[in-house]
């Protein structure tokens, strides 16, 4: 997944969300509420994603911060009218749409009682040749008043195709998938340990939280007809690059990753079991997973096993 223009815009947003400490402290309740865990990872999450489906514009709107009002940033530009984001989402679920699957990719905590969710929001929507895929990419920053959890600002791209995946999707991303990037190191020392006790090779996968291809790559190697050769063969470490992309260069310098700015990401290496790297991806093949199929992930598995050393 290379950043696309929402994703480099969603890294200045949350900046932002950080630089209104002072305005957010006074909205926030005396005592710090933690994140209500639900399904989706963030119960309010959850009465969003119902009050858009039940069309409860009421509902909807009182999900949202009235004061100071909600700041939306979309591809028409940046407002803060009451009710702007609530309508949006209200008219496009009366338009027709249906199977509304919101997917949060991470949660953010960039301080005290304030979440970030990073979102994957994909639905159908009728055409004149039948029902269609849809997505759109943006985030929630949810800040916890005295009446609870409230939107305080929102991000939203376009509203695109959604193209048709032949890899496995996952159906509820993993949040923790990429572990914070100051273990990166421990993690493949720790992967290596094991890789010289039971000779199998490590894989290194440079990503984020907030990339929706790596978690794709993952539900993929997690698939039934895919784990086994994973297994057999490799032991998996997750590379944070962080939430700018910024973070772990020097591991990626190192294993001959270019990562690049902005970062191409899955990006993969592979590591014998002594350390010594067989492979570095160095043309971005791993980063659009739209157009990967399964045969070309089981090809590239079985490649670099153990057994087949070039």
């Not at 949350?14 to 994140?35: N, T």
């Not at 919101?102 to 949660?107: E, G, N, R, Y």
């Not at 993952?218 to 297994?231: G, H, Y």
Request: some cysteine; glycine content about 6%.
């Amino acid at each position: 997944m290379r950043y696309n223009r929402l994703s480099l815009a969603r890294r200045p947003a949350i900046g932002a969300i950080r630089k209104i400490g002072i305005v957010s402290a006074l909205l926030l309740s005396a005592s710090a509420a933690a994140a209500p865990q639900s399904n989706s990872g963030f119960a309010p999450f959850d009465l969003w994603k119902t009050a858009v489906e039940t069309r409860d514009t009421s509902a909807l709107t009182q999900l949202y911060s009235i004061a100071p009002p909600a700041r939306t940033q979309s591809p028409q530009g940046i407002t803060e009218e009451v009710g702007a984001e609530p309508h949006y989402w209200s008219a496009l679920a009366a338009s027709g749409m249906s199977n509304f699957q919101p997917k949060i990719l991470a949660i953010e905590h960039p301080q005290v009682a304030v979440v970030v969710l990073v979102l994957r929001i994909e639905f159908d929507l009728r055409t004149d040749s039948g029902a269609q895929a849809f997505v759109i990419e943006g985030q929630q920053a949810w800040a916890h008043e005295d009446a609870g959890w409230r939107i305080l600002q929102t991000e939203r791209g376009d509203m695109r195709v959604d193209p048709t995946y032949r890899l496995p999707q996952p159906a509820k991303p993993n949040t923790d998938l990429y572990p914070p990037p100051k273990e990166a190191r421990a993690e493949i020392n720790a992967a290596l340990a094991r890789a010289a006790k039971d000779h199998k090779r490590v894989i290194l996968v440079f990503g984020a939280n907030w990339c929706y291809d790596c978690h794709v790559l993952d539900a993929t190697f997690r698939s039934k007809a895919i784990a086994p050769l994973v297994e057999a063969n490799y032991h998996v470490v997750h590379i944070n690059v962080g939430d700018d992309g910024d973070q772990n260069l020097d591991l990626a310098n190192q294993y001959g990753i270019p990562l690049k700015t902005p970062p191409r990401v899955p990006s993969l290496a592979v590591l014998d079991s002594d350390g010594k790297l067989v492979y570095a991806q160095a043309h971005g093949e791993f980063d659009n997973s739209a157009i990967l199929a399964p045969a070309d992930v089981t090809g590239f598995l079985n490649k670099w096993a153990p057994s087949r050393q070039n």
